[in-house]
């Protein structure tokens, strides 16, 4: 299910960046990462060691490190025009994840994603990702993405194979052996 840029341009208060950046599908609105998440984003996210599991670096993180997190993720909107979008429920507004794109050390962007315990076995992530990469592929004319992946999380690498990756094979990541799946857009 892809997404559609809101009509609105959004400014967030640490950021210039003010195009259209918000996202919305049937149950989320994607809205770029912002300083005043931290808190929440800790306490949904980095402070689940049932979620951190399947995250660098495999365990939960401090809140003064999700702050710089942050941070990271803002410059990165400003340098390269994508990021990391906080997923909230269109219906109650609440914080359930994020997804984004993000300019790693490979050529390719690569997808993140990761939800809350909560909302597991939604379809959430396949929704979110697939809004993301609409984005990405229409905006950015993207050849292709990168997805990696923790091996023992199956159910990502469900979510990767329902939005047409494909596997090629491990790579050596974060001091961990990771799947690597690829999506090129046709």
Do not use: M
């Given at each position: 299910m892809a997404g559609r840029a809101a009509q609105q341009p959004i400014r967030w208060a640490d950021s210039p960046v003010s195009e259209p950046?918000?996202?919305?599908?049937?149950?989320?609105?994607?809205?770029?990462?912002?300083?005043?998440?931290?808190?929440?984003?800790?306490?949904?996210?980095?402070?689940?060691?049932?979620?951190?599991?399947?995250?660098?670096p495999q365990g939960i993180l401090p809140v003064e490190a999700v702050r710089e997190r942050i941070r990271i993720a803002m410059e990165h909107w400003v340098t390269h025009g994508f990021g990391i979008w906080m997923l909230r429920e269109?219906?109650?507004?609440?914080?359930?994840?994020?997804?984004?794109?993000?300019?790693?050390?490979?050529?390719?962007?690569?997808?993140?994603?990761?939800?809350?315990?909560?909302?597991?076995?939604?379809?959430l992530a396949t929704e979110a990702a697939a809004a993301v990469l609409a984005y990405a592929f229409d905006t950015h004319n993207l050849a292709q993405v990168s997805a990696?992946?923790?091996?023992?999380?199956?159910?990502?690498?469900?979510?990767?194979?329902?939005?047409?990756?494909?596997?090629?094979?491990?790579?050596?990541?974060?001091?961990?052996?990771?799947?690597?799946?690829?999506?090129r857009h046709e």
């Open positions: 950046l918000v996202l919305e599908t049937s149950r989320l609105r994607l809205v770029p990462i912002a300083t005043a998440d931290a808190e929440e984003w800790w306490g949904t996210i980095w402070s689940d060691l049932d979620v951190a599991r399947y995250l660098p269109t219906r109650s507004g609440s914080l359930v994840g994020h997804c984004g794109l993000l300019a790693n050390e490979s050529s390719d962007p690569e997808l993140v994603y990761a939800l809350c315990r909560q909302v597991w076995g939604r379809g990696y992946v923790f091996p023992r999380n199956t159910a990502s690498s469900r979510v990767l194979r329902k939005l047409d990756f494909h596997a090629e094979g491990q790579v050596r990541r974060f001091q961990a052996h990771l799947d690597h799946f690829v999506l």
